[in-house]
Structure formats: C-alpha cells, structure tokens
C-alpha cells in the first residue's frame, strides 16, 4: 500500500511539474513577444529620426554646394583663379566676412575685405533666385552644419544607450524565490533596476500529505492533499472495504425502504394531477376494505403500514391496531383537505424515522437495493392496478 501511495505521489508531482514547466514556458513566449514589440517599435522611432536628420544634412549639404560653385563663378569673372582659397585679402573667410555683412545691418562691408563686399544687389539677388540663400542665410550655413553634425553624433549615442539597456535587460535577470498561498516556490524575475520583469517559474512543489479518509459507505481510504491548505491533490483511493451489515439488519432496512417507497403512489392516488380526490377517500371508508380506486388505496396504505411495523418489531399489525392506525394517517370523508395532507405527511416522517435510526448514515441503504413492493402496481393515469 504504501508503494502505490508513493507512487500516485510521484506521479502527481511530476504532473504538477510538467504544468509549471508548461506555463513558465508559455510566459516566456509572451514576454519575448512583448519585448520584441517594444523593441521594434523603438527602432522604429529612431530609423525615422535618423531618416530625418539625414534629410535635414542632405539639404544643407545641397545649399552649400550650390553657394559653392555660385562663389567660385563669381570669383572667376573677378579675376580669381579657380581653386584658390576663398579668403579676403586679410586672412578672413567666406563666413566671418558674411558675418560682417550680417553685423552691418545687410549693408555692404568695406571695399577689397571679402568677395562678398563686391557683390552688387543685382548679383546678390541671382545668388538667392538661384539657390535660396540671402547673404545672411550663407553666414548660417556653417554654423547650421555644424548642429546637424552635434544632432547626429548625440542620435548615434542613443541608439548606442538603447542597444546598451536592452542588452542588460535581456541577459541580466535577477531571480529572487517568494513562497505562495499553498506553500510552493516561485522564483520571480527582476530587472538590474529592481523592477518585475514578468518572468516566473516554479521550482518547488506544494508540500503533501496522506490522509485517511472516511468512506460513504463506512470503508477507508487515502487520499494526497496539500499540506498548507488543506485542498485535495488526488482521488481518493480506496484501502479498506466497508464492514458487511447483519442478515437480520439488512432485512430491517429493506423492508423499511420498500414500506418508504410506497409513499409516492398513495400520493398520487390522493392527488391526482394535483388535485385532491374525495371519491377516492369515500370509496376507501366503504365496507370489506373499499371498492375500486379506495380499495386499491386503503391496500397499499395496509401493505405500507404493515411493512415499517413488521421491521420495527418483528411482528404483523394486529386486526385490533389497524382502526387506529387508519384514523392517524389515512385520510377520512370528514377530513378537509388540510388535514388530510398533514395525515399524509406524518406518515411520511413516520416511514423515514425507523431508517435514520436503524442506518444514520446511509451505509446498508447504498448497499441495498429495495426490491419490487408488489407484481401489480396502482397507475394513477387509468385508475387502476397493473
């Protein structure tokens, strides 16, 4: 006996194992889902950032290149050779000489300090027909470069941060054990911040015990439960069959249960399609035990009656006794309706009272089956015995 307990506790252990296996692993799935959503989502965010950061330096790049070639033109028809350096004759550049421009108020700078100084208005205006820029826009040109550059480097360092914070979130998980409700093991997954990353799984098992268990029917058995709360984690496995009733005992309640059963029909036969029938009564206060419907009544309430007694005490009812067993529980002409289902309901309790005191708990009454009352039996439907 005990190898099979410890073998239907083997069995269940492994089985409430394969479960957490089963839904560790199906939380895992739904985490990586998660995680790969929001990783996706963000890279998504910072493609289109660098998409237009990109945009953004492709069209400065454009406007300096169109500024370019429209000064190195513009240099060639005043005399400066191709390829020279665009300086002032003082050593300034092209910008610091546009920011003087700026610095002026648009007003033209001295003569012979920058090649922009010898730009009429005429030329000024080709200049921004042909590429968008006024001379303070060409002052900004460098300086806008450069912010694109800085925009640039610190997108580089964002994307290098995020990888960074999704490399430590995927291989540094922190497991920390917390016991639950029944007293099994959780190990619970946390974060390098600290925070729940939603990763569990169990790694213990609630504690279990055997314990023996009553049966209905009077046997033993055992059955595993949790330890902690107390809740069943088997079937019941039946040890120790159930102690066989007295012959005498037996007969006791058979005849008791076949007397019980008898009060349904003399129901029917009373109230038929929930109606109280007189008819019935009258003819079963008739003489030479009633005609048609009453004596079929008044026979089976005799055969009921006189099956609980003979099971209490042995013997038959007496021809003396039957007048006051018939006032107590059989209704009469003279009875109200009323009173004649309060017959009928003490004779029910006093059926039903000799087999909760001869079987409490409902033991032999498993065991018995109650045999046919009689070969004919009343039918309320056509009035009569079948």
């Not at 965010?45 to 513009?74: N, S, T």
């Not at 028809?77 to 191709?82: A, F, I, L, R």
């Amino acid at each position: 006996m005990a190898d099979m307990l410890n073998i239907l506790s083997g069995f269940m252990r492994g089985r409430s194992k394969r479960r957490q296996e089963d839904l560790q692993l199906e939380q895992l799935k739904l985490q990586t889902q998660a995680r790969r959503s929001t990783e996706k989502l963000a890279l998504e965010r910072e493609k289109r950032a660098m998409i237009k950061e990109q945009r953004d330096a492709d069209a400065a790049a454009q406007k300096q290149k169109l500024l370019d070639m429209f000064l190195q033109r513009y240099q060639t028809e005043q005399g400066t050779e191709p390829g020279q350096s665009q300086t002032t004759p003082m050593g300034e550049s092209v910008t610091d000489a546009l920011s003087k421009v700026e610095l002026s108020g648009g007003q033209q700078a001295p003569t012979g300090q920058s090649p922009m100084s010898k730009m009429s208005p005429m030329d000024m205006a080709i200049m921004k027909m042909g590429t968008g820029i006024d001379t303070l826009g060409a002052g900004r040109l460098e300086e806008q470069q450069g912010a694109n550059q800085r925009l640039g480097r610190q997108g580089d360092e964002r994307i290098a941060i995020a990888n960074k914070n999704l490399e430590l979130n995927q291989k540094k998980v922190n497991y920390l054990p917390q016991k639950t409700k029944d007293g099994s093991t959780m190990m619970v997954g946390f974060d390098p911040l600290g925070k729940p990353t939603g990763q569990s799984f169990f790694s213990a098992g609630p504690p279990v015990e055997t314990k023996e268990i009553d049966m209905p029917d009077g046997g033993k058995g055992y059955q595993i439960i949790n330890k902690r709360s107390g809740a069943p984690m088997s079937a019941v496995v039946p040890t120790k069959h159930p102690p066989m009733p007295a012959a005498e005992t037996a007969s006791k309640v058979t005849l008791a249960m076949e007397a019980q059963n008898m009060i349904p029909q003399i129901k029917d036969m009373l109230w038929k399609n929930g109606k109280y029938d007189k008819d019935v009564v009258y003819q079963a206060s008739l003489p030479l035990g009633g005609v048609g419907k009453g004596r079929a009544l008044k026979s089976m309430f005799m055969d009921a009656l006189d099956a609980r007694i003979r099971a209490a005490t042995g013997a038959a009812v007496t021809k003396e006794e039957w007048p006051a067993y018939f006032r107590m529980y059989l209704p009469q002409i003279l009875d109200s309706e009323p009173l004649a289902k309060d017959k009928i309901k003490r004779l029910e309790n006093f059926m039903g009272s000799y087999l909760e005191t001869l079987d409490p708990k409902g033991i032999i009454r498993n065991r018995v089956k109650a045999t046919k009352t009689a070969d004919f039996v009343y039918n309320p439907a056509t009035g009569s015995l079948e």
